[in-house]
């Protein structure tokens, strides 16, 4: 079909890509959404159930033989990174978005909260949140589906940072904990990141994607298409993509009216750098020199530990959802001597994984018998801290690792600058308290190093064109029919989970592109 | 909504149709959680010479002993030591040396007690922290490590999520 113009052409199908494709086609306007791995079927093709024991390497593949997709970064599949996430979902706060007003570090994002406040309430509507409404300043509520109750552990946690004056919270997560009309309600089997096979949590591919090629509305899904270049005329127009197919290799096209890039934050931004032309000889829509550049994805770091008190209960399924507790972001009113602030995932461990063994003390029956009782009494800790942009941390393309399709890899590079280095001694000294007031025995993770997790930035949005990429609605200064949406545009990361916040950017700015295809300026 | 008792008889198991109505659509209308497949076989060594395999068997049954449940050797730990040997030219060259070693010891278990958990770079001490964990990934993955010995019960479907049982919480 390389003569049909269509609307929009979407590259990638996860939470952006899924989120823009139904909001559009719902709305009569004719969407290619392009992707670079197979389609699959969540019921059938994710190993969400198997134990480690069927494998001789005791590790569980992601997939179930013979089933492509997901099992390495350019094999991914319809629904993209939705099919392995954890679902959790947190609306930013004004504080989020306007952090440089509040403490002068970092950027301010050129939208506020009230601008993205509808659009998180569309997609609590369309796919169903659950959470506890806790009236608090810098986590804004929502419309929510009834809370997932605690598990023992979480209200041993609770209770200890409740003595520091510290609050435990319910998770939220993009997860029914009521039936939908089309979708069951989670049934807690514990293994959330390996493909739900009910779709009670929310991929793109089941909730947005399927149902609006159901529906009949115009929306083709071109699969195994791995794109290599945005194509762009000498007016300065984007007009399609270029791909090769994922296992023939052979070329391809998609033409469209518009382009919105949704690859994932790093992919997104090497897409664009890889992307160069005559009009662009640095990449595409980056005549501010700032692509790849503001690179801020969260860091965080991992304790390991045993809550005393459940030491030598008996072991019950408590896998739920994996975490259904969450220590929101408490330092923005306390002393401190950096910019922003942390939060603390916990208790997503999966109980089918006792890796923590290995490390104990000892031997023979005694080590046994120890293994047993803690257990039930494991518990991960996983406090999440802010990176302020700085120069040392970018994305860019290495042209000395190319992949099997010729394509270079995207490079990330992070610093942790002097406020990410305090930020993040405190969160882990933080954690400790916390822990220690719950009466914990931490095995590990007090002196390791920062881990990146959530990559974010990299083509944000901003006013000044000289100093962002994008503007208000995720459209690239530079291109006027060019969109990019995905983590790659966030201009502050927070310390919160990002995938609401791109699900409700990705449906703002369908709005905005149908606007202006109606108006014809595309 | 089905009262406590309901759910604690729903939480039954691996293996069995959902006893509770999802939403009846072609896609999601009956959930069948399947029964945990078989293990993994091994067949014989592709390393270990049969003397080695028994020395890695005594080794691994001292550190995860057969007690009210079974131990490392009936949980097929040596096999698996084995399969992850064999693959890795550097675990190969650890484990022979190591157990060359350990031969030429007048006494497995003083040898084991003085080595274990010991940091450094002597060869003992290197093939014990190899062996240890090892012995810990192949039991605590094995059905009768995380199942039997652990009491495993997840994976399986739940009409709702039962609130903390323990009354002081």
Redesign the interface.
């Known amino acids: 079909m390389p003569s049909k113009i269509y609307d929009v052409v979407i590259v990638g199908s996860g939470a952006a890509g899924g989120t823009l494709a139904a909001h559009l086609a719902r709305r009569g306007v004719d969407v290619a959404l392009v992707e670079g791995g197979p389609k699959v079927n969540t019921?059938t093709d994710f190993n969400t159930?198997?134990?480690?024991?069927?494998?001789?390497?005791?590790h569980i593949p992601t997939m179930k033989p013979g089933k492509p997709g997901f099992d390495s970064e350019r094999s991914r599949g319809i629904g993209g990174k939705t099919m392995l996430w954890n679902a959790v979902a947190w609306r930013f706060s004004e504080r989020d978005f306007r952090g440089k007003d509040h403490d002068g570090a970092g950027e301010n994002w050129p939208i506020h909260y009230q601008d993205m406040a509808p659009y998180y309430e569309k997609i609590e509507r369309e796919v169903g949140v659950c959470g506890n409404l806790d009236h608090l300043e810098d986590l804004p509520d929502g419309i929510f589906l009834p809370p997932?109750?605690?598990?023992?552990t979480d209200?041993?946690v609770q209770r200890g940072a409740a003595k520091l004056g510290v609050k435990v919270i319910h998770v939220r997560k993009s997860t029914l904990s009521r039936?939908?009309?089309?979708?069951?309600a989670c049934?807690?089997?514990?293994?959330c990141m390996a493909g739900c096979?009910?779709?009670a949590k929310y991929n793109s591919a089941?909730v947005h994607i399927v149902p609006a090629m159901k529906a009949g509305y115009k929306l083709d899904v071109f699969s195994n298409a791995v794109v290599r270049e945005v194509a762009v005329s000498t007016e300065n127009r984007v007009t399609g993509v270029r791909y090769l197919h994922r296992e023939t290799k052979a070329e391809g096209e998609v033409r469209g009216r518009s382009v919105v890039v949704s690859c994932a934050c790093a992919q997104s931004v090497a897409l664009l750098l890889m992307s160069k032309s005559r009009l662009y000889p640095t990449g595409l829509a980056n005549s501010s020199g700032e692509l790849g550049r503001n690179f801020i994805p969260h860091f965080t770091g991992g304790l390991q530990f045993f809550l005393t008190?459940m030491i030598g209960?008996?072991?019950?399924?408590?896998?739920?959802?994996l975490d259904?507790a969450y220590v929101p972001s408490f330092m923005h009113n306390r002393k401190r001597d950096y910019a922003r602030s942390f939060g603390v995932q916990f208790g997503y461990n999966?109980?089918?994984s006792?890796?923590w063994?290995?490390s104990?003390?000892?031997?023979?029956?005694a080590?046994?018998?120890s293994?047993?009782a803690r257990?039930p009494a494991f518990v991960v800790f996983s406090p999440y801290g802010e990176m302020l942009p700085n120069k040392g941390t970018y994305i860019d393309l290495d042209y000395n690792r190319l992949d099997e399709y010729g394509l270079p890899a995207a490079r990330r590079q992070v610093t942790y600058m002097e406020n990410e280095q305090k930020l993040y001694a405190d969160m882990i000294r933080w954690s400790v308290e916390i822990l220690k007031s719950s009466g914990a025995e931490i095995l590990s993770g007090t002196d390791d190093k920062p881990a990146t997790n959530h990559e974010l930035g990299g083509c944000r949005m901003g006013d000044d064109p000289k100093r962002s990429v994008l503007n208000a609605f995720c459209r690239s200064h530079d291109v006027p029919n060019l969109y990019v949406v995905d983590g790659s545009v966030f201009a502050g990361s927070s310390e919160k989970n990002p995938t609401h916040t791109i699900m409700a950017l990705a449906a703002r700015a369908a709005d905005n592109i149908s606007e202006r295809l109606q108006k014809g300026e595309m | 909504m089905p009262d406590r008792r309901e759910a604690l008889k729903i939480?039954g198991a691996?293996g069995t149709t959902?006893a509770f109505p999802?939403?009846s659509?072609e896609?999601?209308g009956q959930?069948v959680?399947?029964p945990?497949?078989?293990?993994?076989g091994?067949g014989p060594p592709r390393f270990f010479t049969p003397e080695e395999f028994a020395t890695v068997s005594r080794v691994a049954d001292?550190?995860?002993?057969p007690?009210d449940?079974p131990g490392a050797v009936q949980a097929g730990v040596p096999a698996?030591i084995d399969?992850?040997v064999a693959s890795n030219q550097e675990w190969r060259k650890l484990y022979r040396e190591g157990i060359a070693w350990l031969h030429e010891q007048p006494d497995e278990l003083a040898a084991?007690t003085r080595y274990?958990?010991q940091p450094g770079d002597e060869l003992p001490a290197r093939f014990f922290r190899a062996i240890?964990?090892m012995t810990?990934?192949?039991?605590?993955?094995?059905?009768e490590?995380?199942v039997v010995?652990?009491?495993?019960?997840?994976?399986?479907?739940?009409?709702s999520?039962?609130?903390?049982?323990?009354p002081e919480?």
């Open positions: 019921r159930h198997a134990m480690p024991f069927e494998f001789p390497s005791r997932v109750p605690m598990k023992c209200l041993l039936p939908s009309a089309t979708r069951p049934h807690f089997c514990g293994n096979d009910v779709a089941d008190d209960k008996p072991t019950t399924d408590d896998e739920g959802f259904h999966n109980r089918r006792v890796g063994a290995r104990m003390p000892g031997f023979g029956k080590y046994k018998d293994i047993r257990y | 939480m691996i959902c999802f939403a659509n896609l999601y959930h959680h399947p945990a497949g078989a293990a993994a091994y001292l550190i995860i002993p007690t449940t698996y399969y992850v084991l274990i958990d240890k964990s810990a990934d192949g039991f605590y993955t094995s059905r490590g995380l010995d652990l009491g495993y019960k997840g994976n399986t479907a739940l009409a999520f039962p609130s903390c049982e323990i919480h």
